[in-house]
């Protein structure tokens, strides 16, 4: 099914007789053109054409009035009615004043359970198949922080395994970020708390964003992402976690549907350790805050110069 | 249930300026922590944890028993901890359990009783430094939010006091590849820690 | 003008038995290929090889190849309009011919390559965001771009002037050429750029990408012309002159022994000192972790560079049409390898996180590459066919 595909709406063309019957065949086809474009049909994905064609022909979001925006949350949700089957709510939550985001994790206390992947894979409405997980967790040989032998497949019985560490990796939220620049489209940007965000309406799918990440934190939907039914999670905004296109990137959000609201983000409910830190930079009571001032901290790949938002530490 | 049997004594550990508690709304604790000097106060509470105690109150049995001071591994019923795994050998049941007539009560090492559900102060007096992570965020975990009100999870969630070492478990599955494509098979493992295998090599010689 | 159109239309419509059964191959690939386009457009990119590890492939192996044959039309335009040489100035119409025909493919390889390509107007400015300067494929748009229309704007005005039994004013058009001349050497160094910005990718990042795409460019280039002025000297009766092809082949040559001296370059900074910069180039050469899939291209690409070399420095070997133009397969193809796969794949492998995940063209992949391939000759043959057929004299506005 390809969204965007174009045909004109039928349009009465009067034939013969006077000028009445011209105007009324004008009328009825342009009542029977409205009925086309406001019926969904499986040429724009389920969708009606009306909406197809607003979706396609849209501003870029910082461009978007509030109305308009308003407009395009309730043609996603409408999408992915149709679409998945399950109705979603879709916010755009703005990000609250005098916060910028941060994340920690304790390295010393990862034990590699992936709960955090799954967390997010749930929270986030990530198609089942297709490959897109934003956090990966990287087994490490204890004694190097060599990425090249690190083990991104573990699968042993139990873990941990002697001899190694766990690190898991996901996007940095860079405060220089190198993808942000490559966008050609502007499609990905920096919000006022932090969180690199990516318009999904927006972005071309030309994949130079991943690229230019140092991370490997953005992630391609080569295929409609795929979601049961019963596992859509309806709460969702519009740069975070509501339902994606194929062909678009996306990346970790740091679960703005939650955390723009004050919760923490999935990755940090789900683990079972703790070893997940979250909260205001801009807070100097906040715990982020504290961690980065006692502990001993490090970011990956800081001589890129890319700032990161999100550091190691360790007991 | 009532929010806190806690004795009029712990009032006096606030004399100490460092600790000061009081009852909560909510049935949850709350502790104030002298953060750096010159900062302001942390404040948190604790979620509790005493209600969902199989063998409370100790009292309801032990009311009934001879207290026996010597240390011993215990001949108990099932479930009911016979000995520890904590402390290799360094602490036994009433370093913590308080055997005085107050059955339901920890004791710090102070000597001084402790509800239950401020056990986590008990854990302190040799944690400390896990103690001082933990009500800064650095250690354990903070309940649903990041900020507001902030509740942290006791120690006693995660950590079994009895065995404290949280053991292996399965991880979930690992990454998929992309639809359509196979994973890489046949990896030859990387080239390791190098000076490893030269002093491996020496010593087998 | 409109006439001039007609004409140009009735032109590339007549022609022998051959033209019509080349044209007719070409349409026939062009089918298959959009076939599978159309496959690709309802499925999505995962009907080809690419992934989260690996996510420009095949397509953007031949977009940076392309960009280098267009760029290198300039070899044509240097010597017929600095320097005045009568001879080069009568064939390099052709050399536009195919930088036109290499842009256009180029573009429809970023095309194809787009997730979402119905949104590709986000990039234009106004209704769209534009990200420019700071994006390096914004820039790599707006240089294409103006390539594309001075090498159709240029073309287009002497041809009609020709066509109109009269001379293009040289002080019209001059000031194009000299913009076109510079504009050459940006879109290969902006496109150069596009992978050497990535600090994330350390097989790119270097100073040195710049100087090894131009060196490479003006070997395919002139190695592709030197075939094209052949095929056309068969084909037709359009006089080519041998001295053309030896400053070409000469061109070539320079260009094919600095490029070298780069690999060389390469090869002594990553290897002497071996750190986490050189992980991708050794799996390129040699493989890493029991993975080495593109260990015998690159070799072959640089035994086929070497020995196309030895053939071009010898002197009588390179006037030798013979072993001339099986040196100019052998550059253009190892360029190829080189440029393409050689350069954009290593650049994925490993992940920045270290994983080693390889990479292997699908059917459809190669099918729509082959579709814009024979596209870009079907435009080349059509131009071509004009362009002779104006500066023969058999087209013109008085009849």
Sequence with gaps: ?315 | MPGGRIPGFLMMLSLTGLVQAEPAAEGTVVEKVQQDPGRSEVTFSVRPRRDQLYFYPCADCHEFMDSNGDIRQLEVETGHPAGLEHGDGRIWCLSCHSSTSQYNMLHDLLGQDLDLDRGYRVCAGCHGEHYRDWSHGAHGKRVAVWRGERVLFSCVECHNPHHPAIAPRAPQPPPPVRAGLEPMKGQVSGKGVPWLSRTEGAASE | MIRFLFDAVRTVLQGPREYWLWLLFLAAVIAYGVANYVQQLTTGLVVTGMSDQVSWGFYISNFAFLVGIAAAAVLLVIPAYIFNRRDVKEVVLVGEGIAVAAVIMAMLFVVVDLGRPERFWHMIPGPGRFNFPLSLLAWDVVVLSGYLLLNLGIPFYILYSKYRGGEPSLRLYFPFVVLAIFWAISIHTVTAFLFSANPARPYWHTALLGPRFIASAFVSGPGLIILTLQVIRRVTSYRIEQSVIDLLALIMTFALQINLFFVVAELFTDFYNEGSHSVSIRYLFFGIEGFASLRPWIWTALGMNLVAVTILTIHPLRRNLVTLNIACVLACVGIWIEKGMGLVIPGFIPTPLGEVFEYTPTRTELGVSAAIWALGFMIFTLLAKLVIAVEQGKVTHAR
């Design chain 1, 1 to 315: 099914m390809s969204d965007g595909q174009q045909n004109d709406p039928e349009v009465g063309s009067g034939a013969g007789g006077g000028r009445r019957h011209f105007l009324k065949t004008l009328g009825l086809g342009a009542a029977a053109a409205g009925a086309v474009a406001a019926a969904p049909a499986p040429a724009w994905g389920g969708r009606t054409l009306k909406d197809a064609f607003a979706d396609l022909f849209r501003k870029h979001y910082k461009e978007m009035s509030p109305d308009e925006v308003e407009a395009a949350l309730r043609r996603i949700e409408r999408r992915a009615e149709a679409r998945l089957g399950v109705g979603i709510d879709c916010s755009n939550t703005p990000p609250l004043e005098g916060v910028v985001f941060g994340y920690a994790i304790n390295v010393s206390v990862c034990r590699g359970y992936r709960d955090c992947v799954s967390g997010c894979v749930k929270e986030n409405n990530l198609g089942r198949d297709s490959q897109v997980q934003y956090i990966r967790v990287l087994e490490m040989e204890q004694g190097t922080l060599d990425l090249e032998q690190a083990d991104h497949y573990y699968d042993p019985a139990t873990v941990p395994v002697e001899g190694k560490y766990y690190l898991p990796v996901q996007c940095m939220q860079c405060d220089d970020p190198p993808c942000v620049k490559a966008c050609p489209v502007e499609a990905t940007w920096m919000e006022p708390d932090g969180v690199v965000v990516v318009d999904y309406d927006w972005c071309i799918g030309c994949r130079y964003c991943m690229t230019a990440c140092p991370y490997w934190a953005r992630h391609f939907n080569w295929t409609e992402p795929q979601i049961p039914a019963e596992e859509v999670n309806s709460n969702t905004h519009y740069l975070g976690n509501r339902p994606r296109p194929r062909g678009v990137v996306e990346k970790c959000h740091f679960c703005l549907q939650r955390t723009r609201v004050g919760r923490e983000p999935a990755c940090v409910e789900a683990c079972p350790t703790g070893a997940r830190v979250f909260g205001n930079l801009l807070d100097p009571d906040s715990e982020i805050r504290w961690i980065l001032a006692n502990k001993t901290v490090f970011r990956l790949k800081e001589d890129l110069g890319t700032e990161p938002k999100f550091w190691y530490y360790t007991d």
